[in-house]
C-alpha cells in the first residue's frame, strides 16, 4: 500500500514508514522565508515527490524536486531562470550520535519526536543546491570561453645565506 499524499508541513515518521507514504504537491517558493531572500523575484512552483522508505539498512526519505528559480546573476545582474533538480536520499536517524555514525555513508537527517518537518527539509534541500555564485548562461559561456591566465613569472630572489656561505669558506 503507498498511499500518494498532499505535502504536509509536518509527517509522522512511524507511521508514514508503515504504510510506505508517498508526498507529492508543489510548494511555492515565496512562502519559504530562507528561500525567497536568494530569489531575484517570484518563481515558479516548485514540484516534489517524496517517500518515506524501509529498508535492510535503515529509514530513509527519498524523491526529487523539480521547478524553476528566479535567480539574479552574479556577473552581470541580469534576472535568469535557473532549472532545479534535486535528487532526495536522506537517511532518517534518532540521535546525534547515529548521525556521526552513518555520515560516510549516507547524508543524515535527525528526527525529533517522530515528526519530520517536510517542507523545512524541501527548503534546506533546495538552499544547498543553489550555486554559490549564480551566472546566467551568457555569462557562463563567457566564463568557459575565456583564455586562461598566463602563469606569473617568479623572478628569482637572492639567497639571504649565499654571502654568508661565501665567508664561511
Known sequence: MNPLMALPQYIKVSQGLARS???AGEV?????LRLRLELAGPSQGMQVSLGLVRDAIGNWLRGELRGSLDLQ???CEA???WPLKVDVDLRLVRS???AKQVLQDADPYQVDDDRLPLVEVVEDEVLL???MLPRCQACEQA??????PAPAVKA???????????ELK
Open 21 to 23: 507514504e508517498q508526498y
Open 73 to 75: 546573476c552574479s556577473r
Open 129 to 131: 543546491a543553489l550555486p
Open 28 to 32: 511555492d517558493p515565496q512562502q519559504l
Open 79 to 81: 534576472v535568469f531562470a
Open 96 to 98: 546525534e550520535a547515529e
Open 156 to 166: 628569482k630572489k637572492p639567497n639571504p645565506f649565499a654571502q654568508l656561505k661565501k
Open 143 to 148: 566564463a568557459a570561453d575565456a583564455p586562461e
